[in-house]
């Protein structure tokens, strides 16, 4: 089982629909980070969160250290968010900066 | 902003071809990562490395080597490259952190599609 876990794996949405991504891991972490890769582009960092909740723009992300769980939320999705969403964690006990990541969330959303 | 940058976006090669794929970046980061994407796998750490001429294995480094003469620059060596290895790969760069639990943000380059014929 892999450490961590992303769902959905595939997401199909409307223009304008409220869209959730979730990403449960399995080991304790010091950080967790959020990030979005475009078709045939590089990653870019959306969010790094080690409690909480933090906003930015009509991106959401939060997570529950207890439950092991964190959630990426888009608001008013547009069809340019359209991209590979992929969660990463780092391990508490682990080298230094090595992260685990998830598989991805493929997000279309149709205009 | 910092900068990541590799060498080429695609790249073409023959089995057994030694390959070479280049990453610099410009923050003065202490740590250097080369990934490796397929579908359904997600990135995987082939090597990084936490200072010059210092390097780790990471979770697949078998068909790979790494070279770190300089702070800027981490370049990934396929020794004889095989099908197998027809990937994406991504180079990551970000600061030391003061412990093995603390975390600094990854930067990442723009990738390199490898085909090996």
């Known amino acids: 089982k892999n450490e961590v876990e992303q769902s959905p794996q595939n997401l199909t949405a409307q223009e304008g629909e409220f869209i959730t991504i979730n990403c449960s891991y399995s080991?304790?972490?010091?950080?967790l980070h959020w990030l979005q890769q475009h078709p045939g582009g590089g990653i870019v960092s959306l969010f790094m969160l080690s409690s909480g909740k933090k906003k930015h723009g009509r991106l959401i992300a939060t997570i529950n250290i207890q439950e092991k769980h964190s959630s990426l939320h888009i608001t008013a999705s547009h069809p340019r968010d359209s991209a590979v969403y992929i969660c990463a964690v780092k391990k508490v006990a682990g080298a230094t900066n090595k992260l685990i990541f998830g598989t991805g969330t493929l997000l279309a959303v149709q205009p | 902003d910092v900068k990541v940058t590799q060498s080429s976006r695609y790249l073409v090669k023959r089995t057994g071809e030694k390959v070479f794929l280049e990453c610099v970046q410009d923050m003065d980061h202490e740590n250097m990562f080369w990934y490796r994407q397929d579908p359904g796998l997600g990135l995987r750490l082939i090597y990084f490395?936490?200072?010059?001429?210092?390097?780790e294995k990471g979770d697949i480094p078998e068909g790979y080597s790494v070279s770190r003469e300089k702070k800027e620059r981490f370049s990934l060596i396929l020794e004889s490259a095989s099908t197998n290895q027809t990937s994406m790969y991504l180079c990551?760069?970000?600061?030391?952190?003061?412990?093995?639990?603390?975390?600094?943000?990854?930067?990442f380059g723009p990738g390199t599609r490898l085909t090996v014929l």
């Open positions: 080991v304790g972490i010091s950080a």
């Open positions: 990551a760069s970000s600061f030391a952190g003061p412990g093995t639990g603390y975390y600094n943000e990854q930067f």
């Open positions: 490395s936490y200072d010059v001429k210092m390097k």
